[in-house]
């Protein structure tokens, strides 16, 4: 009589085709798990330097400011002073172009011989692949210097505006239920916004550019939602200080 299990020849330690189908249905299950972990971990990171990257842009802005007297003028160009002594700010507070070039190289673009006398920068560090055009693109020695983008990790230009640049070029205004906005229409109302349109690389239209659900933004919490925390910059554990101990009771004379 013939000892070989059903569905096997011969009596071999072969598998069948359902059970070769079953491991391959695990593997397949297990891979996508294990890429759908991945995906989270980069996108949390990626928001995580986001808001990381903001803030070094927003305190070099501040330290700009107080060598030079203001903020750097909003949006992005093709025209430098003292060449021009007017800039050609694109009217939809389009990016970041002109901050890049006073944060990095002064605004005339001469970081030896700086228009301002003042200037006392660079203010920031940043890689060659942190910047780009206003496409994302690589940037060349043809560029003109204002329209050179600091990009967030999603390889979008940052957008930045002025607080008096505000109305003209579409700043972002409070929403009706915040109980501020009576007397604040903008918010961060006489400093800067800066925004990341997040992992999705889209935002609202102004006046409510920044408040998608994903985009980072030095005025609302906004992606920390998908990494907890604070601004999207993990909660910090404090170890409270050790108690000092009672002193025994005197004893009586």
Known sequence: ?????????????????????????IIAILALIATGTYTNSVTRARI?????EIHQM???????????GQY???????????????LDQDST???CGYMTLCLLHSLNGNAVHPLDPRWRGPYLEVDREQLGLIS??????????????????????????????????????????????VTETFYNVNTIQ?????????????PQTGLESDDVTNFTRGGSNLVGG???????????LPRRPTPPPARPN
């Open 48 to 52: 995580t330097a986001a808001f990381v």
């Open 136 to 181: 994302g693109q690589a940037i060349d020695a043809g560029t003109p210097l204002p329209q050179i983008q600091m990009l967030d990790p999603w390889g979008t230009p940052y957008r930045y505006l002025r607080f008096d640049n505000y109305a003209a070029m579409g700043g972002t205004w409070r929403p009706a239920t915040d109980p501020f906005s």
């Open 194 to 206: 800066i925004v990341s349109n997040g992992p999705n690389g889209v935002t609202l239209p102004a």
């Open 93 to 95: 507070g389009l990016r």
């Open 230 to 240: 604070v601004n999207g910059l993990p909660t910090p554990v404090v170890t409270p």
């Open 58 to 68: 927003e305190m070099a802005c501040e330290r700009y400011r107080l060598d030079v």
């Open 1 to 25: 009589m013939n000892g070989a299990a059903p569905g096997r020849r011969g009596g071999g330690l072969g598998v069948t085709m359902v059970e070769l189908l079953v491991v391959l249905a």
């Open 72 to 86: 750097p003028p909003s949006s992005s160009g093709t025209l430098i002073p003292p060449a021009s002594p007017a």
